[in-house]
């Protein structure tokens, strides 16, 4: 085979740096790198050593400037408040700037880190963006996140600031936004000085005095007023995202700034065969890693057209949603998670909506954050007769691992495989020993090392966890916690976590963490948390409680304040909506918790009886619980 993909592929294997230096001709820098890559930098090397550049000037002022200070560069599409509004790329500059000149003023200054904790509202994307000016280190928090979550990421990014809203709004209800920052910013050890409230319509709230500013009055004062673009190193953070790690404490995965903007540039081209000036959606959550590489910055570098939706796929206000944004918009491309498109097949199966809008502009859709299911690959091809590209991705990356490159002609589609390794990754599977098995073996899938451009560096603060959870089960590799196979074409299947993350409703969930909230309360003896299947959300967390004893509880009451305290603790996102009460937990006789066992029950898989469980019965006790026997 040689395909385009194929001969870049061997043109990056031949000699990476070349062809990142290549990448890298896309990019404005202010100061060219010394090293493409230096090995002996942060814990396994960094890209474009020794240069300087600003993300924010490569996603805006770079485009006023060269001709599309008129082109919409960003479009708010409300269908939950009814409201819309296009940002030119010159309205994107003059916020930019103007909440930058915010920033400077309240003491803002390169490496300084601002939590971000808002809605889909356009203001979100300007706070990423005035944040990157100034080199400031934003971490955006998702909305669905409670307090206490919030707590963890202030105590961990230490932020000088927060910039937040009054509201969000989710279908039939308002969320008080402001009552969780208040809590998380009452408990985080670390004290924030300031914060930057943006009052929605739909609900406002009371700012604290001498802590809290009015978003829209504080920009509108600073309107007019220039802010350069400071020049970072290259290799500087962009941000901080934190993600779900096996325990309650979120891993901080560090971004920087050279590196993501070369990748996520040759990205937009390559990957997802998109021409500047199209209009690219991401419908996302800038809360999450393809909110921020796919709604804010990648479409942006390519000076694109970008869609800040904030609706759902389904009730906001029916499942024909999507299709009205794309041929309203223009949408060249769409990008989402499968579990939205099993959301409009179940409103909608026969897709009677696509027929009512004009779709001809639209090209590709594009699936990612969890397993694509051939099933609803099948029904998104039939319905929209276009090409459905799932493609393999993860926080720590930013970008795609696997994918099948449109940009470069379309390979051959095999379902259940979201295709092959990009450029800069050499992707390989090895055993629990660390030796290579052969192909269409299932073992652990890792990634030599060097990682490509836009991968984390490290874990924010923590190079020692970035070595523990990533660089030495398998010394020279990256793990990536999935596991899967190639096949003799080199095509790549992920089948499952090797940790205990779950995905639901493509949010990724630490099973670990909700483990910890159930174990704090007093009538749970132990506990366990599964991700059993979900026909609509792919898996969803079924908590396993032995009680106190002793205690005379309800079952039914202690049930119910598990729920409620996972809510309260890790926020609505977590989705956890299912507790069984059971007299124990099947153990091996060294004690560990044989939670797959579990997992395979409650799905009503066949499994294997663990040859060193220590009490068989208690799989039927299981099986009886969840009504499986
Ligand atoms: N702020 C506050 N609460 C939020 C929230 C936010 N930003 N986002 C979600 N929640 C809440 C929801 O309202 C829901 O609350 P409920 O228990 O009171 O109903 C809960 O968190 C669970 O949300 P979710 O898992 O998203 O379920 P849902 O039933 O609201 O919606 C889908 C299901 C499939 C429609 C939705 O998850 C979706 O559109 N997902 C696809 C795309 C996506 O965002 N992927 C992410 C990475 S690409
Ligand atoms: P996140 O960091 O939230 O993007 O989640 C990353 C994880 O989601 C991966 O490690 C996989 O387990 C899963 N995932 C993402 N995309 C895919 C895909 N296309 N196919 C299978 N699993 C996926």
Request: net charge negative.
């Amino acid at each position: 085979m040689s395909s385009r993909y194929h001969q870049l592929f061997a043109a990056w294997q031949n000699d990476p740096d070349r062809f990142w230096a290549e990448a890298a001709q896309a990019i404005d820098w202010s100061k060219p790198w010394d090293s493409v890559f230096d090995p002996d930098m942060g814990v396994y090397g960094q890209w474009f050593a020794g240069a300087r550049c600003n993300t924010c000037y490569n996603c805006v002022d770079r485009h006023v400037e060269g001709g599309r200070a008129d082109q919409a560069a960003l479009i708010y599409d409300s269908p939950i408040t009814g409201a819309k509004r296009t940002l030119s790329y010159r309205d994107l500059q003059s916020e930019v700037q103007a909440l930058a000149a915010v920033l400077a003023d309240q003491g803002i200054v390169k490496g300084d880190r601002v939590i971000i904790y808002m809605p889909m509202v356009p203001e979100a994307v300007v706070s990423m963006l005035a944040c990157a000016r100034i080199g400031a280190v934003h971490s955006v928090v998702f909305g669905g996140f409670a307090a206490n979550e919030l707590a963890t990421r202030i105590d961990d990014a230490t932020p000088k600031m927060i910039i937040s809203a009054s509201c969000g709004i989710e279908p039939g209800r308002i969320v008080a936004y402001k009552p969780l920052l208040d809590a998380a910013i009452e408990t985080a050890r670390h004290k924030v000085g300031s914060c930057l409230v943006l009052q929605r319509e739909q609900q406002g709230c009371e700012l604290v005095a001498g802590r809290d500013a009015d978003y829209a009055d504080a920009v509108a004062a600073a309107r007019g007023r220039d802010v350069p673009c400071v020049a970072v190193k290259a290799t500087d953070p962009l941000y901080i995202l934190y993600t779900s790690g096996t325990t309650g404490e979120p891993k901080g995965v560090v971004r920087d700034n050279g590196g993501h903007m070369v990748a996520l540039k040759w990205s937009m081209q390559a990957i997802y065969g998109i021409e500047p000036g199209e209009v690219f959606w991401a419908a996302s959550d800038v809360g999450w890693v393809v909110g921020h590489s796919y709604i804010v910055y990648a479409p942006l570098l390519h000076g694109c057209t970008t869609i800040v939706f904030e609706g759902k796929p389904v009730g906001t206000p029916d499942a024909g949603t999507f299709w009205r944004v794309i041929s309203e918009h223009n949408v060249a491309a769409l990008f989402t998670a499968p579990t939205a498109f099993r959301a409009i097949k179940k409103d909608d199966p026969d897709g009677s909506f696509i027929g009512r809008y004009d779709l001809s502009r639209f090209r590709t859709l594009f699936l990612a954050g969890e397993r694509a299911d051939p099933d609803t690959i099948h029904w998104a091809e039939d319905k929209l007769k276009v090409p459905v590209i799932d493609h393999w991705w993860q926080t720590e990356t930013g970008w795609t691992i696997a994918g099948n490159p449109v940009g470069l002609g379309q390979l051959p589609v095999k379902y259940g495989s979201p295709t092959v390794a990009m450029p800069g990754y050499d992707v390989q599977i090895l055993d629990d020993a660390g030796h290579p098995v052969e192909a269409g073996k299932l073992g652990n899938i890792v990634v030599k090392l060097p990682l490509p451009p836009s991968c984390l560096p490290t874990l924010w603060g923590n190079d020692q966890r970035f070595r523990d959870a990533y660089l030495d089960e398998f010394p020279g590799y990256y793990k990536t916690s999935d596991a899967g196979y190639k096949d003799e074409d080199g095509y790549l299947f992920i089948m499952a976590r090797t940790d205990d993350i779950i995905n639901v409703a493509g949010h990724r969930l630490s099973t670990g963490a909700m483990e910890e909230v159930l174990a704090g309360h007093p009538d749970v003896a132990e506990c366990a948390v599964v991700g059993i299947a979900d026909a609509m959300k792919g898996q969803s967390p079924c908590g396993f409680i032995v009680m106190t004893s002793g205690r005379d509880r309800d079952p039914a009451e202690v049930a119910k304040e598990c729920i409620a305290k996972v809510r309260a603790e890790i926020g609505p996102v977590a989705a956890f909506k299912q507790v069984v009460t059971v007299q124990r937990l099947p153990k091996t006789r060294s004690g560990k918790i044989l939670r797959g066992t579990m997992r395979q029950i409650a799905d009503g898989e066949d499994y294997k009886m663990p040859a060193t469980i220590d009490d068989p019965a208690i799989l039927d006790e299981i099986a009886a619980a969840l009504g499986k026997e």
